[in-house]
């Protein structure tokens, strides 16, 4: 029979509760649909077990509330509302999400159950892995700390029951559900389909006697900050991080040691995580991974006692591991097997890929391959960065580079792959061919530059023989059904399919679309630089963009990707004032698509992720020497520097906080137009 969920406030006393969970336990025993002897229907004896599960961990869930913080962290608004937290020892320690305190808060005050005033509360640790912190309340020793329920005892499908306590200090507001699924977010958390959202992020997930199975907060299976997984509140997608586990840390988060995720040092490439095999890609320079030996092409068969056979059994094996950890891991290279012990960190050293100072040849699409098979091979140069490692080895434009690091190489994409292995200053030879005569060096490479040069002429792309059929080209308007939504494009006119162009994605402020503005500046340049412009169109113009929009930013970019022959390499998210702002958040949560950033006076309003070696990001920041914004700008620019990003930035004398005028416009699609840069 089917049993109906209800949400119920309530406090009821102990001594009952045992009795109700025996009833209905006796009741599923049997399998009787009908009534138990006292005359109460099975829905009665189930709402009744909920009461008692509530009032059994009562006593051991707080109230919170923050005073003062920040508004907005990113592009989250920041709420002041009170949340809720779970006693964890009788001295004053209690645990929440770290959710709740990601504004920063001047205060923090716990109200207990059945006490009339709040009381001050101190931060004395973050667990960065699971999202949760722990709070100290001084001068208490007569806490009741929440009972945990054994992990091996959590089963999928039983009942779960999340807790708050932000409505009503008295009594806790409560959602029915499930246990979904265990062992989700990479081995970390519990799933469940009960209501969980800000106002009980932070309180507990309890079975029906009243045991905690785990603390509620907002979790994601990429995102890795404290808001990650917002957005899915009340969807019937929670998660619950197993109090076992938390009290497993207890001692080392009361010593005030913030924990984070532990890292290896390693990356994988092709398969996707589910269906790929565990063959590693990069180890990270100065790693665990590579102070332990291991090597690119070494497959991972296991680690601590758990058999890897795919991506992702990598990922759960470390998932719950905090930095300090040792971990046993066995690797196959070859016919040999290999151990090893690594100790896992918190932080990597910052990825930076060397620079060969050269942008390719952009060859027909049809004729790369035949290039091949008449014997020409490689990659051509079209043009040699001034005073770069290519420049200093001799190259000359029209050369072709045909091996790097003693390997062949094919195309572009592979000769980037190659250099981006090889770190500033460390050496390589290369070979090249001029006309007959083929040559190697000895090249020793550079930083990535943060300069764009002054004299770059476009690639020189024909117009097609016959005009592509069923393409719209010039400024025209396209509707995304399954959004509702619209964005305007502009596609040069003597667009060729057989050749690729670069694609910028023009995000607008709040208030003004910018088309005519954007069109009247940017067709020549596009038409000159074989690019293709596009402009989703906010929901609300006037409110400007939420977080939400940037799923639709992302599918009207993969719109044009299906239609129009575009180089994966040259994808650039261009915004202006808070669509700038917009633009990083974009490009930052879908690193697979966007390869540079061009924002317009706009600063960084969110930490940036790592630079990644798979996903590589430059960054082009434009600004008046007279926008009240400039000096935010330049800390921004700094901060991504100091992670190893390409950063320009250009300060333009005698402008205040406006869109760039035409001469620095010509800069940013010169640095734009030379994404490809190798």
């Known amino acids: 029979m089917s049993r109906p969920r209800r949400v119920v406030v309530l406090d009821i006393c102990r001594t009952t509760a045992l009795v109700a969970v025996l009833l209905v336990a006796c009741l599923f025993a049997v399998c009787r649909p009908a009534s138990a002897q006292d005359g109460a229907s099975v829905e009665d004896l189930e709402e009744r077990a909920f009461k008692q599960a ?215 490439k092709g398969g996707g995580l589910l269906g790929g095999d565990p063959v590693i890609d990069r180890v990270r320079a100065d790693s665990p991974a590579e102070r332990a030996g291991l090597k690119a092409q070494d497959v991972i068969a296991r680690i601590d006692d758990r058999d890897i056979r795919r991506q992702a059994e990598v990922k759960h094996a470390l998932g719950g591991k905090y930095a300090g950890e040792i971990v046993g891991v066995t690797v196959r290279r070859g016919d040999e097997t290999i151990d090893a012990n690594i100790t896992l960190v918190d932080k990597l050293v910052a990825y930076e890929s060397g620079f060969l100072g050269i942008l390719p040849v952009r060859e027909p699409i049809e004729e790369a391959h035949g290039l091949q098979a008449v014997g020409l091979g490689g990659v051509g140069v079209r043009y040699i960065y001034p005073d770069s490692p290519a420049a200093k080895a001799g190259l000359l434009e029209r050369d072709r580079i045909v091996k790097f690091a003693d390997k062949p190489v094919t195309g572009a994409a592979e000769l980037a792959d190659l250099v981006s292995r090889t770190r500033p200053g460390e050496k390589s030879p290369l070979t090249f061919r001029r006309g007959e005569d083929e040559r190697t060096v000895e090249v020793e490479l550079a930083a990535v530059p943060n300069l764009v040069p002054a004299e770059m002429l476009s690639a020189t792309i024909p117009p097609p023989e016959k005009a592509p059929e069923a393409l719209k080209t010039g400024h025209h308007t396209v509707e995304l059904a399954d959004h509702m939504r619209s964005y305007w494009a502009c596609v040069p006119d003597q667009y060729n399919p057989a050749y690729r162009y670069g694609l910028m994605v023009f995000l607008h402020p709040k208030n003004d679309t910018m088309e005519a503005d954007m069109l009247d500046v940017w067709k020549t340049v596009c038409e000159q630089r074989g690019m293709i412009l596009i402009a989703p169109r906010a929901a609300d113009i006037v409110a400007g963009w939420t977080p939400n929009d940037a799923e639709f930013v992302k599918d009207a970019t993969d719109d044009v990707l299906k239609k129009y022959s575009v180089d994966p390499e040259r994808i650039v998210v261009h915004g202006y004032a808070d669509g700038g702002e917009f633009a990083f958040g974009v490009a930052f949560k879908h690193r697979e698509t966007y390869r540079g950033v061009l924002a317009a006076s706009a600063p960084v309003r969110e930490r940036p992720e790592e630079n990644h ?51 620095a416009i010509a800069e940013m699609a010169r640095w734009a137009d030379s994404l490809d840069r190798i």
């Open 54 to 268: 509530a009032a059994l961990v009562g006593p051991s869930v707080v109230r919170i509330q923050t005073v003062g913080g920040l508004d907005r962290v990113g592009q989250l608004l920041t709420g002041t509302g009170p949340t809720t937290g779970v006693i964890v020892s009788s001295d004053g320690y209690i645990i929440s999400s770290s959710f709740n305190f990601i504004a920063m808060p001047a205060t923090i005050l716990v109200q207990f159950p059945n006490e009339e005033q709040p009381v001050p509360a101190k931060v004395v640790a973050t667990d960065h892995s699971k999202m949760l912190t722990l709070l100290k309340v001084d001068g208490r020793e007569d806490l009741v700390p929440a009972t945990a329920a054994p992990k091996d005892t959590i089963r999928v499908g039983q009942w779960a029951i999340a807790l708050g306590r932000a409505f009503d200090v008295a009594v806790p507001s409560i959602s029915v559900g499930i246990v979904s699924a265990t062992d989700r977010i990479w081995g970390k958390a519990i799933q469940t389909d009960a209501k969980v959202s800000p106002v009980n992020y932070g309180g507990p997930l309890v079975d029906v006697e009243g045991r905690v199975l785990g603390i509620l907060v907002p979790l994601s299976p990429q995102g890795t900050e404290a808001a990650a997984g917002v957005e899915w509140y009340d969807s019937g997608i929670g998660f619950a991080i197993p109090l076992a586990d938390i009290y497993a840390a207890l001692d080392r988060l009361k010593q005030g040691e913030d924990l984070h995720p532990g890292l290896m040092g390693i990356s994988f």
């Open 613 to 663: 070696p798979e996903f590589r990001l430059q960054f082009y920041l434009a600004t008046g020497d007279k926008d009240p914004q400039r000096q935010t700008i330049q800390t921004s620019a700094n901060g991504l520097r100091s992670l190893k990003y390409p950063v320009v930035l250009s300060v333009i004398p005698d402008w205040d906080h406006k869109y760039p005028p035409l001469d």
